[in-house]
């Protein structure tokens, strides 16, 4: 018998398998087609102080193995994700599960964590410094160590739960933004968010996307991710959650071998609804595959 | 629980128009349930799923008609009977027939055309007498006029180039219509807002959106709505006029 439990700070998963924000909503439309209480988390759609719309359509582009979206953090806001998202989550979802923030000034992020702090259902904050996708903001303060350790230190003074960064992989040193994080206080580390993309339409000759760029995801980014995390993990010693590209079991085992704690799982959701449970159940089958019996003994395994 | 995915075997794989092909596809149909839902049909060495609209179904098969205009409806123009497709089934809200009175139009523009056909059928079995019009560019892209007739119903086509039925638009048969009390259409921009701003009926228009995932979750087909924000995907494809912002 092979155990997948993990801890990731105070949380025990059952599983280290999570959905990344963005591409699971608030969780509870999932519960149509599977129950969701076999993941080890939820990471919620990314949320800000105020309801956004988020950016013109077409919002998608096609890649080789991949997809550029530029969503623009569409969400109901804070108030209403806590007042009306929650709730709902709550009557097919029993676990703790992670919120995604994101800001455009310092007070924004402040407001929002402390917020979704003191929401019951909530395990884990996940501060999003790398939305590529809004201007102003997002990604502005996951590019530079010093602006990621301010939003660092504000969110953590005002919070209670752990606090994971989330950070961009669209900088020349993503080693020095999360020592900057980890020295400000932060719990842990999420990465990588999506690369900065574009296609252009043979046909009209113009952008595909109508923000003309937005966030390249998909398998075709697995082997940035997993570099990024191998990296990352030699420098800090807080936990990190990886994600990027990862679509299977062994993604999963490579991801935690490069250093990953939990692994959460984007693009894959979306082109396959029941991407989530299919790893999760596959899962044991792999490990014994390769002579893992304790799934938390490997973490950083390739170091 | 919902069982979104089926693995579908190609029956059949014809060019019924210029670019246009009709798939016969066999396997479970049970997540159809409304005309205008539409299925997502995954293909090997593309990324993202072909969402393509249901244009009939019965228990075990699902008919579609799809234009092949990219790499991935290329693609899919050369497969044989026997392939297998992983296809999430059953998507999108589908056209509501509760509203449509005795005598409703449906309007299908180019590949607008096939979910009007379930529709049709539907609402025949519900005993109302809808009225159909068919729009397309030119005589070699038209399709599928002959089996709206032969459900029994009033058939109308209109080209641009006035090289079959009526020259000009849909547009103009539904000026030279009376009587019909909802209307029921999908089809290109241009022309769901053209009929929004032809007729004084009420009725539903069903929109096409470059999607992520089809079923809800990446909210890459958001919309502004008098209601408020919806999926296209899956809060639509089809929205009713009233609500609908230009």
Known sequence: MVSTKVKLCSLELDNPVIPASGTFGFGYEFAELYDINILGSISLKGTTAQPRFGNPTPRIAECPAGMINSVGLQNPGIDAVISQELPKLAECFSKPAIANISGFSVEEYVECCSKADKAEQIGILEVNVSCPNVHNGGMSFGTSPEAAAEITRAVKAVTTKPVFIKLTPNVTDIVSIAKACEEAGADGLSLINTMLGMRINLKTKKPVIANKMGGFSGSAIFPVALRMVYQVYEAVKIPIIGMGGVSSAQDVIEMMLAGATAVQIGAQNLVDPYACKNIIESLPGVMQEYSINNLEDIIGGAH | ?246
């Open chain 2, 1 to 246: 629980m919902r069982e979104l995915k089926e693995l579908l075997t190609v029956v059949s794989n014809e060019k019924i128009a210029v670019n246009t092909y009709k798939m016969v596809l066999s396997g479970c149909t049970k997540e159809i349930t409304v005309p205008g839902q539409f299925i997502n049909i995954a293909l090997d060495g593309f990324y993202l799923r072909r969402p393509i609209s249901v244009c009939d179904w019965d228990e075990n098969t699902v008919t579609i008609i799809y234009k092949a205009v990219g790499n991935g409806t290329e693609l899919m123009a050369t497969l044989k009977a026997g392939a297998q497709l992983d296809t999430l089934m059953g998507l999108g809200n589908g056209f509501d027939t509760s509203k449509s009175g005795n005598a409703p139009l449906l309007i299908g523009g180019g590949a607008g055309v096939p979910p009007m056909y379930a529709l049709a059928k539907k609402l025949i079995s519900e005993g109302k007498k809808p009225v159909v019009i068919l729009g397309f560019n030119t005589e070699s892209e038209v399709f599928f006029a002959e089996e709206f007739k032969a459900l029994g119903i009033e058939t109308y086509v209109s080209t641009a180039d006035g090289s079959v039925g009526t020259k000009g638009f849909v547009t103009d048969v539904i000026a030279k219509l009376e009587g019909y009390t909802y209307f029921y259409t999908c089809g290109p921009e241009p022309m769901l807002k053209a009929i929004y701003n032809a007729t004084e009926a009420s009725g539903q228009l069903s929109f096409e959106e470059r999607m992520g995932c089809g079923f809800g979750a990446c909210m890459g087909c958001s919309c502004k709505t008098k209601y408020g924000n919806k999926r296209i995907c899956k809060d639509g494809p089809v929205l009713e006029k009233e609500e609908i912002i230009w």
